[in-house]
């Protein structure tokens, strides 16, 4: 995809600055697809943390989640349903979990992902949304 490289530095960079801005740490995931979801670019950034393990001396809402398995797995279920993450039009598939927090959109040369993984179902939404928001790809 041209001028994908661009796109999603920018559509980071307005994702963490909002996740920072709310104050919750996790992993930004953006990528561009194809039509047929089988041909992938994809740019990841941590945002204070991959992943929270159990007993860590900061305490989190989610011990024990790795943060990047679970912001590939919502882009891996949006590449099959060419739907939001946690849409519920399946049940999950092994290695999907059914969560919010990606948003898919159809451009001309394919799909770009916008994701979030790391705190509530909707604070992942709201700053997968805001990355969507600065996509300029049409």
């Known amino acids: 995809m041209e001028n994908f490289q661009s796109v999603s530095a920018t559509m980071i960079t307005e994702m963490e600055v909002h996740a920072r801005k709310i104050g919750v740490k996790g992993v930004i995931v953006v990528a561009s697809m194809d039509d047929s979801g089988l041909s ?52 999950a598939y092994q290695g999907e979990f059914g969560y919010q927090g990606g948003v898919i959109k159809k451009v001309q040369s394919g799909y770009i992902v916008s994701v979030f993984s790391g705190a509530t179902g909707e604070q992942d939404l709201e700053i997968a949304n805001i990355g969507m928001s600065a996509c300029q790809i049409k």
């Open 40 to 91: 992938w670019e994809s740019h990841m950034k941590a945002v204070g943390a991959i992943k929270v393990l159990d007993g860590s001396p900061e305490p989190h809402q989610y011990p024990g989640y790795n943060f990047i398995g679970i912001a590939y797995s919502k882009a891996a279920e949006m590449a099959d349903t060419k739907l939001d993450s946690g849409s519920k039009v399946r049940p």
